[in-house]
């Protein structure tokens, strides 16, 4: 049992190694392009580091992923301000106005009005609410180091949130497999679920 125990740390080690940056290239460019299933993901690494033998293989991919999506929202945010100060706008202001409908801008405009940065945490958590809370921030002419003190706490509540949906998931099964078709069909119900209640009223 032991020499089984000493064997699969070099198989787990391994698969950090590859894992990691892996998982963080991934969540980088889901937050630069939002359309990369990034809770799942992290859902998913979170789900393998659990039957890992490895030490610390949860604590990275908590680590990983929240600094990928900092990373990604500010390079994000630092694209948009560029395309306000330019003329002709730019490609990625467009991709984030084209992703935040005018009904759900102005919500977030207000709450952002109300509720300032704390307003940031919750949008990383809420499916669909990251793009037109950033747009809203962009609006208000927010400088860059100021959404990004509200974002770093946004970002480690997301990647908590997902992380603790792929322990669950791998808690349930004794298998890795299965907790990661867990993992992924609770990611997809939180996405999913809200906006189906938005188009039923």
Not at 74 to 90: C, I, Q, V
Not at 169 to 176: A, K, M, N, Q, Y
């Amino acid at each position: 049992m032991a020499a089984a125990s000493v064997r699969s740390l070099p198989a787990a080690s391994t698969q950090q190694a590859l894992g990691c940056p892996s998982l963080f290239l991934l969540v980088l460019i889901g937050a630069l392009v939002p359309v990369v299933p990034t809770g799942a993901l992290v859902s998913t690494a979170a789900v393998v580091a659990f039957h890992q033998t490895a030490p610390f293989s949860l604590a990275l991919v908590f680590v990983t992923a929240s600094a990928a999506a900092f990373l990604g929202d500010a390079a994000l945010y630092w694209l948009g301000r560029r395309g306000l100060r330019s003329k002709n706008g730019s490609r990625w202001l467009e991709a984030i106005r084209s992703r935040a409908p005018q009904e759900r801008l102005e919500q977030a405009q207000g709450k952002l009005a109300d509720h300032n940065v704390a307003v940031l945490v919750l949008s990383r958590l809420v499916p669909a609410g990251r793009i037109p809370v950033m747009l809203a921030c962009l609006l208000a002419e927010w400088p860059l180091r100021r959404f990004s003190r509200g974002n770093f706490p946004a970002c480690l509540a997301w990647a908590a949130t997902y992380q603790m949906i792929g322990i669950l998931g791998g808690s349930l099964f004794p298998e890795p497999w299965e907790g990661v078709l867990v993992a992924v069909g609770l990611t997809v119900l939180i996405s999913v679920v809200p906006g189906l209640v938005r188009r039923m009223r």
